[in-house]
């Protein structure tokens, strides 16, 4: 089941520039993650925040909880071409472990 | 780290045959995984969610006797789709969640093509 959604749902950049995409959800959460897909492949888990959590860093990634407006954004800092991907965030609200995906955004980086 | 292997990675096959995706964690024990769909430029769409040892739990709307789930030890869950149709034709994914909170990790898909 979908709950999430995303925006901007495509986001063209040019390498060195950063990509912000965000994510609101509806119900509350343990924890929210995010994912890059590259094209016709798996999903990769990017970071965790947990619901207790306001900001989290990992390399060049900046992610933001904010649970009061039920949302969330994924900073991206010094794009790479190498960047292009769909990103997709996903709440985890319970011990079931059936995460609640968001629609995904896709992010093109231009050399 | 954790991976999982998800084979085959591309299959083509004629209406009205079965197919058979297998799921596997190599490294890790996985007593549920999850099983997804997803369609050209959305998102994922949840199919089932796999349990060792018993029946899988599937979400409304996913036909049982269709997409049969095994999971018959810790390491493989398989997903097999009876008398495929063209309609079935789509990108499935597998995924394997970690300890307590930890994220899940993911096959690499197959590309279902029913001709």
């Known amino acids: 089941s979908q709950q999430g959604e995303e925006d901007p749902q495509a986001l063209s950049i040019q390498e060195g520039e950063n990509a912000t995409m965000n994510c609101s959800y509806k119900t509350s959460i343990n924890n929210l993650q995010w994912y890059r897909q590259n094209s016709g492949r798996g999903l990769v888990h990017l970071i965790l925040i947990r619901s207790n959590e306001r900001e989290k860093h990992s390399g060049r990634l900046r992610v933001t909880l904010d649970t009061s407006k039920k949302s969330s954004s994924l900073l991206i800092t010094a794009s790479r071409a190498a960047d292009t991907a769909s990103y997709f965030c996903?709440?985890?609200?319970?011990?079931?472990?059936?995460?609640?995906w968001g629609l995904g955004t896709s992010l093109a980086v231009n050399p | 780290g954790a991976v999982v292997s998800q084979h085959p990675s591309r299959v083509i096959c004629k209406s009205g045959t079965s197919v058979k995706i297998e799921c596997r964690s190599l490294d890790f024990q996985a007593t549920t995984m999850f099983w997804y769909r997803q369609f050209p430029k959305q998102s994922l769409m949840l199919m089932a969610t796999s349990n060792e040892g018993s029946k899988a739990t599937y979400e409304q709307g996913v036909e049982k006797d269709k997409f049969l789930i095994n999971h018959a030890s810790l390491t493989l869950s398989t997903l097999t789709v009876t008398s495929a149709h063209p309609e079935d034709s789509s990108f499935y994914i597998c995924?394997?969640?970690?300890?307590?909170?930890?994220?899940?990790?993911f096959g690499n898909g197959t590309r279902l093509t029913v001709t």
């Open positions: 996903a709440t985890d609200a319970g011990n079931n472990r059936k995460l609640i």
């Open positions: 995924s394997a969640p970690g300890r307590d909170n930890s994220p899940l990790h």
